[in-house]
């Protein structure tokens, strides 16, 4: 406990490095010798509305920063009255960015602009008063101190010898002087009336910019739960556009698949599906899924229309892919049934045929870990060079059938 009240606890005495204050709590010593909002003695800063226009840029000491507070109380409030007046502005234009958070509150920004502008004009007034019984005040304080000196300079000569007196006239000014003393003193009083007026004045409206500012935050924060609203929705939206996609995706696939183990695959628009594969834009693309049955094995076949491997650049490549199902568990694995591949004739006169047999070792026939398993098929199932001896190709389509034999499933 020692350990921590010397070396950790927020709220023990510690000594400021800077005045040498021992009393300052060590949870408030970083902002005690805060160079802008610090009252540290020994740590000199800027005015600290230095950041939104007053002009005095330079570093003060202590003293001199609140001195220069006092003097510019009515210009700093006016600067944090054009800063609340630019917030609300920026307030409005975001608002009007985002018109469901109008639609909610239509009453958000009702006489905002005239009430500051209500504000800052009679803060503005109330300045130039100020300055002006200021300036008032300091021509009286000379214009007194400059008669004091003038009846001190009598009470002298009236000192003096009696040969000396001037008889009969020295009273005269000291009458008048006084009554003009007494007369200066009453208008300074009234000017310090006037100046304490002044003050409850300035009071007051740093008061309602106060309220505003709280306002102008309560409205802000309005705002940023608005916009995380409208976040949560968007995201809300985007799962729903996923989950439509998925189900439009399985809507098509449920349109070309088949559950006796064979398909019947179409491959529209040749010539530009064979053109992507040659420049490599797209060398491979995969058929519709389809099913051994109801509850077998899930399958599909990729093809290369440039070939791949041995076959690339002279030959079609035509590869079986074994897919995970979701009834994988009750299905024997690893994956035996013979694969045929059919390139049709649309004469009906010659079809290329090619078969095989997969191999019990290989890691394309096992039970599926990922999405798809390594494609195995006939890397130059048939020449580039015999399209054209044939009806395999016609209005820009061919026609590709795939069978597994499921005579002993």
Not at 85 to 110: D, G, H, W, Y
Not at 282 to 291: A, I, K, L, R
Not at 331 to 353: G, S, Y
Not at 386 to 409: G, P, Q, W
Request: net charge neutral; hydrophobic share 30%.
């Amino acid at each position: 406990m020692k350990v921590h009240h010397e070396n950790e606890c927020p709220g023990h005495p510690a000594v400021c490095d800077k005045c040498r204050r021992d009393d300052i709590p060590r949870g408030r010593l970083r902002d005690h010798q805060n160079p802008i909002l610090g009252d540290c003695e020994g740590v000199e800063g800027p005015c600290p509305f230095s950041q939104i226009g007053c002009s005095k840029k330079e570093v003060l000491s202590q003293r001199e920063k609140k001195k220069h507070l006092e003097q510019e109380n009515a210009h700093h409030t006016n600067l944090i009255l054009h800063l609340a007046l630019r917030l609300s502005k920026e307030l409005e234009a975001f608002l009007k960015r985002e018109p469901t958070v109008m639609s909610r509150s239509p009453q958000l920004l009702t006489n905002y602009d005239s009430v500051i502008q209500d504000i800052l004009t009679q803060m503005q007034m109330g300045a130039e008063e100020t300055r002006n019984q200021q300036s008032k005040l300091r021509e009286h304080s000379g214009r007194i101190t400059s008669l004091e000196r003038q009846m001190a300079s009598v009470n002298v000569s009236g000192a003096a010898p009696s040969d000396q007196r001037v008889p009969n006239e020295g009273g005269l000014p000291n009458t008048e002087n006084t009554m003009r003393t007494t007369h200066l003193e009453n208008r300074t009083a009234d000017h310090e009336v006037l100046l304490v007026e002044n003050n409850r004045t300035i009071e007051d409206a740093r008061r309602d910019v106060g309220n505003v500012k709280r306002q102008l935050d309560t409205n802000q924060e309005s705002a940023r739960r608005q916009e995380r609203r409208v976040e949560s929705i968007e995201h809300t939206l985007a799962l729903r556009n996923v989950t439509l996609a998925d189900l439009e995706e399985f809507v098509r696939q449920q349109e070309f698949s088949s559950n006796d183990g064979q398909l019947l695959w179409k491959i529209s628009d040749y010539a530009r599906k064979r053109n992507d594969a040659v420049t490599g834009q797209q060398v491979s693309f995969y058929s519709p899924c389809f099913y051994t049955s109801r509850y077998g094995y899930k399958m599909c076949a990729r093809l290369y229309l440039n070939g791949d491997g041995v076959g690339r650049g002279t030959h079609i490549s035509v590869f079986f892919v074994v897919m995970r199902g979701q009834y994988d568990a009750l299905l024997r694995w690893p994956f035996r049934q013979k694969v045929t591949f059919m390139l049709l004739d649309q004469d009906n006169v010659e079809h290329v045929i090619d078969a095989f047999r997969p191999d019990p070792s290989s890691s394309s026939f096992q039970r599926p870990r990922r999405e798809t398993n390594i494609a195995s098929g006939c890397p130059m199932f048939c020449s580039l060079a015999e399209l054209n001896n044939h009806a395999y190709m016609r209005d820009d389509a061919m026609f590709l059938k795939i069978i597994v034999d499921t005579s002993d499933l």
